[in-house]
């Protein structure tokens, strides 16, 4: 697992991003109970994902952060990023961050990107 914390925060809200091979629902299911095993993630507002397997099947997870999931399916579809899934984690900071929320899962998947 390759884990960026502290990616950006915004009017209290804190990122951080996640990511690894996952060929199976399985293997998607072990990497996020993998990740909430650290309380600080298990405690998080949101942890939003998704993966695109080989054979072009797209999986993918809001967490209640509605939209985000697509845009993580759509930067691993640019990125030809296959059998990978990445999480883009949110802790909540009490107020409302509107659109600019959308960029800001943007910024943690590209800054995830990089460095892969």
């Known amino acids: 697992m390759k884990q960026i914390e502290n990616v950006l925060t915004d009017k209290g809200s804190k990122y ?3 990511g690894g091979a996952a060929q199976t629902r399985a293997d998607v299911a072990d990497f996020i109970k ?4 650290k309380k ?3 405690r998080a507002t949101h942890n939003t994902w998704a993966v695109i397997f080989a054979d072009g099947e797209q999986v993918k997870n809001d967490d209640g952060e509605s939209g985000a ?20 984690t ?11 929320r959308f ?9 995830y990107l990089d460095e892969a």
Do not use: N, P
């Open 16 to 18: 951080a991003v996640s």
């Open 103 to 111: 960029r800001h899962v943007k910024t943690c998947v590209q800054a």
């Open 90 to 100: 949110r802790w909540y900071g009490g107020v409302h961050l509107g659109g600019d």
């Open 69 to 88: 999931g697509a845009l993580i399916l759509q930067m691993l579809e640019r990125a030809e990023l296959r059998d990978h899934i990445i999480v883009v």
């Open 40 to 42: 600080k993630f298990a």
């Open 34 to 37: 993998q990740l909430k095993r």
